[in-house]
Nanobody, 123 residues
Framework: QVQLVESGGGLVQAGGSTRLSCVAS????????MAWFRQAPGKEREFVAM???????YYADSVKGRFTISRDNAKNTVYLQMNSLKPDDTAVYYC?????????????????WGQGTQVTVSS
């Protein structure tokens, strides 16, 4: 079992930055692929970014060049640095772990989820 707890959300002005953290317990993340997803009101959950065990990263086109996913295995924590934020980035952001053998950018693949943290970007 893996427990994931996100933090760092809040209200940010357009053009601003914030960093989300996801602290894992129950299993070391060094052996897990980790990802961030988000869900805006009235919309489907969507992939944001993921980081492989090897450190290779993937991003949604909508955030590429603005967001950076990273991991600190010593702290068992995954981060999402979010820069140049836009109102369209407003959503609840979820940390996810262990996609098993499924697609790395597909939410249904992931076995463990955090409770989510709200990010609101004001214009």
């Amino acid at each position: 079992q893996v427990q994931l707890v996100e933090s760092g959300g809040g209200l940010v002005q357009a053009g601003g930055s914030t960093r989300l953290s996801c602290v894992a317990s129950g299993r070391t993340i060094s052996s897990e692929h980790m990802a961030w997803f988000r869900q805006a009101p009235g919309k489907e959950r969507e992939f944001v970014a993921m980081i492989r065990i090897t450190g290779i990263t993937y991003y949604a086109d909508s955030v590429k060049g603005r967001f950076t996913i990273s991991r600190d295995n010593a702290k068992n924590t995954v981060y999402l640095q979010m820069n140049s934020l836009k109102p369209d980035d407003t959503a609840v952001y979820y940390c996810a772990a262990d996609p098993g053998k499924g697609g790395l950018t597909q939410g249904r693949s992931y076995n463990y989820w955090g409770q989510g943290t709200q990010v609101t970007v004001s214009s």
